[in-house]
C-alpha cells in the first residue's frame, strides 16, 4: 500500500477484555515500530521489530501487553486484561532500515477506549 | 535517562514567522526530526537533521541545530492558518543498538488569521 494503515481506526472494550491491534507497514519496510500516545503527551516507544523478531521490547509497560510479526511484514499488538489506563491512541511506524535517514512513517493510529 | 521537552503553546499571527524549539538530554542523538500532527490524524514527517549539521532549509522550514547546547528549532516562515497542528520534536541514536524515536511532548501552533 501507499502508506502504513491500522485496524480498527476505533477500538471501545470493557475493561479485562482482550484486544488485537494489527498494522500494516509499507510494503518492503523492513522495520516496524509501536508507539503508544496519551491524551496531551508526545508517542511513547512500545516495541520494534527488525523482521519478523522483536529487536527492543524495553517499553512494552508490562507483560500484558504482547506484540507479533510472524511473517515479517503485519503485525498485532496484544493486550490482555485490558485496564482503563491502557486508553491511549496506539501508533504504528514503519522504515526502511539501512537507509541513511532511518524515517519513520507513521500510520493513523488506533484509539483504544477500556471503559 | 534521555528526554525532549518542548513548550506547549505557541500562538502567531497568519504571515507571521513561527519558531518552534525543543531541547534534549542526549548528547550521542544523531538523528533528530520534526513531525506534524493534525487532528485525528497521524504523525506526518516535516523534516529532519543529522546531528553533524548546524542548519537544514526546506522550503518555508528552516531547522536550527545547536549542540552544544542540546537545542533543535524549526521555524516556519509566512504561516498560514492550514500549520495549525501539534509539532513533536524527535531524536534517535541509531549507535546506541536500538532505533527507536524519543518524542517531546509537542507544541500546540495556533495560527491567527
Known amino acids: 500500500g501507499a502508506g502504513v494503515s491500522q485496524t480498527p481506526s476505533n477500538k471501545v472494550t470493557e475493561k479485562g477484555k482482550y484486544v488485537e491491534l494489527r498494522c500494516d507497514p509499507i510494503?518492503?519496510?523492513?522495520?516496524l515500530y509501536w508507539y503508544r500516545q496519551s491524551l496531551g503527551q508526545g508517542p511513547e516507544f512500545l516495541i520494534y521489530?527488525?523482521?519478523?523478531?522483536?529487536?527492543?521490547d524495553s517499553g512494552l509497560p508490562n507483560d500484558r501487553f504482547f506484540a507479533v510479526r510472524p511473517e515479517g511484514s503485519v503485525s498485532t499488538l496484544k493486550i490482555q486484561r485490558t485496564e482503563r489506563g491502557d486508553s491511549a491512541v496506539y501508533l504504528c511506524?514503519?522504515?526502511?532500515?539501512?537507509?541513511?535517514?532511518?524515517?519513520?512513517?507513521f500510520g493513523p493510529g488506533t484509539r483504544l477506549t477500556v471503559l | 535517562g534521555e528526554d525532549v521537552e518542548q513548550s506547549l503553546f505557541l500562538s502567531v499571527r497568519e504571515g507571521d514567522s513561527s519558531v518552534i524549539n525543543c531541547t534534549y538530554t542526549d548528547s550521542s542523538s544523531t538523528y533528530l526530526y520534526w513531525y506534524k500532527q493534525e487532528p485525528g490524524a497521524g504523525l506526518q514527517l516535516l523534516t529532519y537533521?543529522?546531528?553533524?549539521?548546524d542548519m537544514k532549509q526546506d522550503q518555508r522550514l528552516t531547522v536550527l541545530l545547536n549542540k552544544k547546547d542540546k537545542h533543535l528549532s524549526l521555524r516556519i516562515a509566512d504561516t498560514q492558518t492550514g500549520d495549525s497542528a501539534i509539532y513533536f520534536c524527535a531524536e534517535s541514536n541509531p549507535t546506541s543498538g536500538t532505533y527507536k524515536y524519543i518524542f517531546g511532548t509537542g507544541t500546540r501552533l495556533k495560527v491567527l488569521a
Open positions: 511506524a514503519s522504515s526502511q532500515l539501512g537507509t541513511s535517514t532511518d524515517t519513520q512513517y
Open positions: 521489530f527488525q523482521g519478523t523478531g522483536a529487536a527492543d
Open positions: 510494503s518492503g519496510h523492513t522495520a
Open positions: 537533521i543529522f546531528s553533524n549539521m
